[in-house]
């Protein structure tokens, strides 16, 4: 099964810049969408394909995908932002979604 | 504005089966695909599998033999049963939708959440 790589946490102080980034085998080759997910909410699509955004998303979250690597950048973090981020991708030889194990975002 | 209301029993003893159902509200089950994903305590998002309107099934290779996963068109409601339920299928359960169009489109609508606990 294919395997998606998150730090478990980033820690960033308010009106900075937030990178998140998802390893996996030539993910450049994928489209990656990211989740934000609060405690006792539904997790929220913040980026699709890589890089668009869904309406109603500020466009303070952006994202890109190369090489090995996809990036979720939140700029001018907010208190608000303070979440966990998850990356996703289809597995083609496996036919279903695979997710990365999240990243907690703290805003300091 | 399309919205999903998902129900099911919450407490479980291990070796039952987990059901669980969710409900479209606001749009039809043509052009999409309706997915289970979970969340153990304290662990990542799991994609359990889904559905689209023609009854086609996509399943997690790790849970497919427990797992299936049905749609009432009649209803606008699909369903997840997993059976033979241990501990580790504790946690936090969520419906959710993608276009059958391709996988260039995340899951832009979820359900609340249902939270299941397995008992020994």
């Known amino acids: 099964s294919y395997v998606l790589t998150q730090p478990p946490s980033v820690s960033v102080a308010p009106g900075q810049t937030a990178m998140i980034t998802c390893g996996g085998d030539n993910i450049g080759s994928k489209s990656v969408h990211w989740y934000q997910l609060k405690p006792g909410q539904a997790p929220v699509l913040v980026v699709y394909d890589d890089s668009d955004r869904p309406s109603g998303i500020p466009e303070r979250f952006s994202g890109s995908n190369s090489g090995n690597t996809a990036t979720l950048t939140i700029s001018r973090v907010e208190a608000g932002d303070e979440a966990d981020y998850f990356c996703q991708v289809w597995d083609t030889h496996s036919n279903h979604w695979v997710f990365g194990g999240g990243t907690k975002l703290t805003v300091l | 504005q399309v919205q999903l209301q998902q129900w099911g029993a919450g407490l479980l003893k291990a070796s039952e089966t987990l059901s669980l159902t969710c409900a479209v509200y606001?749009?039809?089950?043509?052009?999409?695909?309706w997915s289970w994903i979970r969340q153990p305590p304290g662990k990542g998002l799991e994609s359990i599998g889904d559905?689209?309107?023609?009854?086609?099934?996509n399943y997690n290779p790790s849970l497919e033999s427990r797992v299936t996963i049905s749609l009432d068109m009649s209803k606008n409601q699909f369903s997840l049963n997993l059976s033979s339920v241990t501990a580790a299928d504790t946690g936090v359960y969520y419906c959710?939708?993608?276009?059958?169009?391709?996988?260039?489109?995340?899951?832009?609508?979820w359900g609340q959440g249902t939270t299941v606990a397995v008992s020994s």
């Open positions: 559905i689209n309107h023609r009854g086609s099934t």
């Open positions: 606001g749009g039809s089950f043509s052009g999409y695909y």
């Open positions: 959710a939708r993608y276009p059958d169009s391709g996988y260039y489109y995340g899951m832009d609508v």
